[in-house]
């Protein structure tokens, strides 16, 4: 498949590579304000968050540390089965530590709302989510995040990290995916 092919199995571009650069810088400048004088440690949920991760810590000014969990609640549908794994735990000692939490998208809301409530469990001084997409409409669960890139509506998207069966996370964009694709 030529990776102008991927392009047809989107109906729209939602948000340019653009857009999310602009996003990113202007969430790493509130990042910086709010973290001042203090150690911040920066997690990252694989495998979704990886382009946000990159691109955010390093649109940080400063020092952050760096550490990763995988967590998979889709398997390889387009609905949350609601059940959150950790399939790779930190390797980092949380406890007192300022934590944020880095993920591409904010669905059902069950994977981070879980996941918060599981890193406050361990004694963190704090716990909070950058999410750079959510979807007002999908919410199953409330969840107490400080930083949003961006609102969608509710279709399954990809693009920047965001799979379907494990494709298009190379996609520079995120776009709809076309329901030819998965019907
Ligand atoms: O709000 P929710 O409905 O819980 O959905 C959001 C989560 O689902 C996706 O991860 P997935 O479990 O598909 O794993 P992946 O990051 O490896 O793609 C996405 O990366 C989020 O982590
Ligand atoms: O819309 C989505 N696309 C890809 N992965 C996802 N995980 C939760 N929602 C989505
Ligand atoms: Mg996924």
Not at 120 to 135: N, Q, Y
Request: hydrophobic content about 45%.
């Amino acid at each position: 498949m030529r990776a102008s092919d991927i392009q047809d199995d989107l109906t729209e571009v939602l948000v340019t590579e653009a857009e999310i650069h602009a996003k990113l810088d202007e969430l790493a400048d509130r990042i910086e304000a709010d973290y001042v004088g203090e150690e911040l440690l920066v997690v990252g949920v694989l495998r979704g968050a990886v382009m946000v991760m990159a691109d955010l810590v390093r649109a940080l000014d400063r020092h952050v540390e760096m550490d990763w969990m995988a967590v998979s609640s889709y398997g390889a549908g387009t609905k949350s089965s609601g059940v959150v794994k950790i399939l790779k735990d930190l390797d980092t000692d949380i406890s007192g530590r300022h934590v944020l939490i880095v993920e591409d998208i904010i669905d059902s809301g069950l994977t981070l709302d879980w996941l918060q409530r599981n890193l406050v469990g361990r004694g963190a001084a704090s716990v909070e989510i950058c999410a750079l997409f959510r979807k007002p409409d999908a919410a199953k669960v409330e969840v107490d995040v400080r930083y949003v890139g961006f609102d969608i509506p509710n279709a399954f998207v990809v693009g920047y990290g965001l799979d379907y069966a494990e494709k298009y996370r190379n996609l520079r964009d995120v776009g709809v995916l076309a329901p030819h694709v998965y019907s």
